[in-house]
């Protein structure tokens, strides 16, 4: 994931600007199809942004929260379309939760999307649900 980062500042706003998104208690998800996510031999990737605002907490608590976005997203990672750019952004209530609440709500995002590639394996692969 270290090379498939979304960091600029235009690239979030292209994002925000033409994707999609979804939401529910602890994140928000925007996601924008993105044509030009290919690798050499033409292989689609997907690129993540992660945002969480001062208004979640001190500079520890969006770290953490950051930190359990990314890990839910590592997991998850293979079992989700390609050819995307995502951008997670942590909503107040992220706050105290445990790392099973961040990545059963980022798997309601993934299923609000239509992001699952085999929902079959999916769900047995995945134990939270």
Known sequence: MADQKLRKNMEFRNVYRRGKSFANDLLVLYIYNNRRNRDEKG???NRVGISV?????????????KRLISESYRL???NIKRGNDLVFIARVAINDKT????????????NKAGLIKN????NSSNKVL
């Open 43 to 45: 292989l689609p990737y």
């Open 53 to 65: 605002s001062k208004k979640v907490g001190i500079s520890v608590i969006r770290s953490r929260a």
């Open 99 to 110: 790392y099973w609440e961040v990545q059963k709500a980022m798997i309601n995002l993934f």
């Open 119 to 122: 929902e079959k394996d999916f």
């Open 76 to 78: 998850n990672n293979e």
